[in-house]
């Protein structure tokens, strides 16, 4: 599949060390405040850690076309199709559903969501 240049570059973003670092820490944190139903908490921390880590990486200037062959950058360039990019972003309505009723059924199929792309041409 052909990848979207805009997709490309916005995935590629996420690949940044630092930009990585603050967002599986978001994860982690919000999905313990979910797993606990503290939604308004859950909400303040994943918009904290998520767009604090885009404004700085923003003001770093990053050139995202260097980080194309960085073991982070090659995890993210399978999302880079709109298909992908749709299984990447639609994979968190079961994994937070899961988190909130505590069901590790909605969790797993969240997680196989997001991980179906890095399997495609694999199976």
């Not at 052909?2 to 999905?31: C, D, M, V, W």
């Amino acid at each position: 599949m052909k990848s979207n240049e805009t997709l490309r570059r916005y995935l590629l973003q996420h690949a940044h060390p630092a930009k990585f670092a603050a967002e599986i820490l978001g994860i982690l944190a919000s999905g313990l405040l979910l797993w606990n139903h503290q939604w308004i908490a859950t909400v303040l921390v994943a918009l904290t850690f998520f767009l604090l880590s885009t404004l700085l990486l923003w003001r770093e200037h990053v050139n995202v076309e260097k980080l194309v062959d960085t073991p982070l950058g090659k995890i993210m360039l399978p999302y880079a199709t709109p298909l992908n990019f749709f299984l990447y972003n639609f994979s968190a309505v079961p994994l937070v559903y899961g988190l909130w009723k505590h069901s590790i059924f909605f969790i797993l199929i969240g997680v196989i969501i997001l991980i179906l792309p890095q399997l495609e041409g694999k199976l």
